[in-house]
């Protein structure tokens, strides 16, 4: 019910809660001590709630999440309220006869909404994702409230103002509990959104005819691979505001991880990377530095910081996923001893296979192989995915190695930047050749155009 609710209403009430709760949130920090920095006699400055800008920004983020959420679900699966009228993208693919349309419009918002499986893990991991990031400031309580006094407080902020007497433990605890309420919201919210795109991505992927499973013909409700297709993306053009609307949920997240990284990593970290970057010759690059950087995780300051990378990565093979239509015989058949000719028989019909007699002549079977490999691996194009893999390898290096932006190295930052360019231009390369290895082992015919 809570899912149904989530995905297919759109009470205005539901945002106010979630502008109001945490503006309340400012008023008991107010009431308790905690809105405002404390300066000790030592230099020591005690960031308050007012000053965490990644805590006061929830009033702005928790609305913003649910309509995102709202707005994907409605763009994946059509008008969530009723299947009449808008239809799923991944409908036009298959017919342009309303009943199919609407049929398949009806099992792909079950298939989104309704696997309890699926949706009981983004329960289970919001509790285990926040549990694990909120093990450093519980430890620092529980060690309070056995007798303990902690030298070493990594984060000096608000939630631990306890620390310096400024109130008392309980009150202190009452307010980190009701913010990271918030924390957990928003966590059930992209989990949710990252669930979202798994099963409609899912469904998309078994929805592709395959001799192996559906037999020598395709149902009705299957979409069948056009070599055909005049914009060279198997016809499957039709749902490609799909496919892009997802590159953009990527795109913003990746930006969120980028602001997130810079922000929580050390700056003594930035400062190693700038020493590192001073070198003018390549027989000067500290390689000894350069490895420590990497394996030391200073660079991933808390458990926050590894969900958040570990989290995008995953969210990055989800989008992903369409892109391995080319590649279901290898799914389907469990096998990679597959020959040419079963190859391209598995994604089409006999009735649509155009070929004189049942075994095709050399001739045919090249036309074929060179109509499949003309198609490309995303479903609206290979420049989409080059752009989506070309952005998302800028994102990883950046998460590996998150630079702070200085007014006095700006040389050294653009060269950073150029390197991240440079390096994920290459990764992007790599990666969409790796793509096509296992075509190439089946046959090299299966990645030549011949043009």
Request: a neutral charge.
């Amino acid at each position: 019910r809570l899912l149904n609710y989530i995905f297919t209403k759109n009470n205005t009430i539901d945002y106010i809660v979630l502008v109001i709760y945490p503006l309340l949130i400012f008023g008991v920090a107010k009431i308790t001590g905690l809105l405002y920095d404390v300066n000790l006699k030592n230099g020591v400055r005690y960031q308050g709630y007012l000053r965490s800008y990644n805590w006061g920004a929830y009033f702005i983020v928790l609305p913003v999440a649910l309509f995102v959420v709202r707005w994907v679900a409605h763009n994946l699966i059509g008008d969530t309220k009723s299947n009449e009228g808008r239809i799923a993208p991944i409908a036009k693919i298959v017919s342009v006869d309303k009943d199919i349309t609407e049929s398949i419009s009806i099992d792909l918002k079950n298939a989104m909404i309704l696997p309890s499986r699926v949706y009981s893990i983004v329960f289970i991991m919001t509790i285990i994702i926040n549990a694990l990031d909120m093990m450093e400031i519980f430890t620092l309580y529980w060690h309070r409230y056995n007798g303990h006094f902690d030298s070493f407080i990594r984060e000096k902020d608000w939630s631990v103002f306890f620390e310096i007497h400024q109130n008392s433990v309980e009150m202190n605890l009452f307010v980190v509990v009701l913010a990271y309420l918030q924390q957990i919201t928003l966590t059930f919210l992209a989990l949710l959104l990252i669930a979202l795109i798994f099963n409609h991505n899912r469904f998309f992927l078994a929805r592709i005819y395959q001799r192996s499973r559906s037999g020598s013909e395709a149902k009705s409700n299957e979409i069948v691979i056009n070599l055909q297709d005049q914009r060279l993306c198997f016809g499957l053009w039709p749902a490609h505001s799909a496919f892009n609307l997802q590159i953009l949920c990527l795109v913003i997240s990746g930006i969120i991880v980028i602001l997130s990284r810079i922000r929580n990593v050390d700056s003594t970290q930035s400062h190693v990377l700038y020493e590192l970057l001073k070198i003018t010759e390549i027989k000067e690059f500290r390689w000894d530095k350069f490895l420590t950087f990497l394996v030391d995780g200073a660079q991933f300051p808390d458990v926050g910081q590894w969900i958040l990378a570990l989290g995008w990565l995953i969210f990055l093979f989800i989008v992903s996923m369409p892109s391995m239509v080319k590649l279901l015989p290898f799914i389907h058949q469990k096998k990679i001893d597959i020959s040419i000719e079963e190859y391209i028989r598995s994604f089409l019909p006999t009735s649509q296979l155009n070929w004189v007699s049942t075994e095709p002549t050399k001739q045919e079977l090249n036309e074929s192989a060179s109509d499949f490999a003309k198609n490309a691996f995303w479903p609206s194009g290979d420049n989409k995915a080059k752009t989506l893999f070309f952005f998302s390898f800028i994102v990883f290096l950046y998460i590996l190695f998150p630079l702070a932006y200085s007014s006095d190295k700006v040389l050294s930052f653009i060269f950073f930047l150029s390197f991240i360019i440079g390096a994920a231009f290459a990764l992007t390369t790599i990666f969409i050749s790796a793509l096509k290895f296992p075509l190439w082992y089946v046959d090299t015919r299966l990645t030549k155009t011949g043009d």
